[in-house]
């Protein structure tokens, strides 16, 4: 069985403090890892995906995500957060399906 | 914009009732894949699709769910007899296999 645990349900934090929300992971195989964000109103949308290589992957609007094999983990980096960050955020894995995480709510604050 | 669609996006029943929903998928994409997301959640996977082949069904879905992809182009969610735990925004999303899925507005189901 697969699943993906988010550790922070809501974060908040002023504009320009650094960002990260942890995502953990439990598959025994191979694995693709995504974080989706969902905006206010709108679709989930992709924000970086890690497949292979590079564990360092960097994403749109100026996000990374580490994956670190050996811990499970590929948590989502910001250095710098705006307001306009203000969104959910998703951390999913696949192979086939996805499972997602329960999200983590981020509201920055201007 | 040749994004997914999902048609309706907003639908009210009352318990006991059948509802339908559609999904058209990017129409290059071949699998096609059922979310359905409750307050506080993440999506919850229910089914997906490869081209017109159903290859994986959640264990959660009882039998009143069925979905189906008759041409492997857009696809239908079907849920007989609504109870009101059914309530909740159902998602689809569409892929190139081991890809990242691009995922439609969603249909909000309300059961009175």
């Known amino acids: 069985a697969q699943s993906v645990s988010q550790h922070n349900h809501h974060v908040i934090l002023s504009e320009a403090a650094s960002l990260e929300l942890g995502c953990n992971y439990s598959?025994?195989?191979?694995?693709?890892l995504f974080w989706y964000v969902q905006y206010p109103g709108q679709h989930l949308q992709l924000l970086l995906k890690?497949?292979?290589?590079?564990?360092l992957v960097k994403g749109i609007k100026g996000f990374e995500a580490e994956f670190i094999k050996s811990k499970f983990s590929f948590n989502l980096r910001k250095p710098s957060v705006q307001w306009s960050d203000t969104a959910e955020y998703f951390c999913?894995?696949?192979?086939?399906?996805?499972?997602f995480g329960d999200g983590t709510t981020l509201t920055v604050k201007p | 914009d040749t994004g997914v669609s999902q048609d309706p996006r907003h639908k009210i029943t009352k318990r006991g009732q059948n509802v339908t929903f559609r999904c058209d998928p990017i129409?290059?994409?071949?699998?096609l894949y059922w979310y359905r997301q409750t307050l506080g959640q993440g999506p919850e996977f229910l089914t997906y699709?490869?081209?017109?082949?159903?290859?994986?069904k959640s264990r959660l879905l009882s039998d009143r769910f069925s979905a189906e992809r008759p041409k492997g182009s857009f696809s239908t969610l079907e849920i007989q007899r609504t109870e009101q735990g059914d309530s909740a925004m159902y998602l689809c999303?569409?892929?190139?296999?081991?890809?990242?899925?691009?995922f439609g507005p969603g249909t909000r189901l309300t059961v009175l």
């Open positions: 890690y497949f292979s290589g590079d564990p």
């Open positions: 999913a894995l696949s192979p086939g399906k996805s499972t």
């Open positions: 999303a569409s892929s190139f296999p081991q890809n990242e899925q691009f």
């Open positions: 129409s290059e994409h071949n699998r």
């Open positions: 598959y025994g195989g191979t694995v693709n």
């Open positions: 699709f490869q081209n017109e082949a159903q290859l994986e």
